[in-house]
């Protein structure tokens, strides 16, 4: 799989087609890997896209502060367990809930 193809599809399509209701601000280029605060570098995404790029980016750079963004959204530390899937479904659902 071509995650950087992927990732910028997904960032594309929502440039192109903006949603409306609960968005979440998302860093086209990391910041730590050089992206700016500019509105050039920010895209509105759906929860469940932002989690989705997250995971995307952490593949694509290969990188302990990708990951650890990942595991930040998840909510997830080393002392919870969980009976359930964690995943992006999940994530938009819990933070629709939680924006209020």
């Not at 930040?72 to 992006?88: A, E, G, L």
Request: with cysteine.
């Amino acid at each position: 799989m071509n995650y950087v193809n992927v990732y910028y599809s997904i960032i594309k399509n929502r440039l192109d087609n903006p949603v409306e209701g609960y968005v979440e601000r998302h860093h086209i280029v990391p910041k730590s890997e050089g992206g700016t605060d500019n509105d050039d570098n920010i895209v509105a995404l759906t929860a469940r896209e932002h989690y989705i790029c997250h995971l995307l980016l952490a593949k694509i750079y290969n990188d302990y502060k990708m990951y650890c963004a990942v595991v930040y959204m998840q909510c997830k530390t080393k002392r919870q367990k969980r009976d359930f899937k964690f995943n992006s479904h999940l994530y938009e659902h819990m933070r629709k809930d939680f924006s209020i």
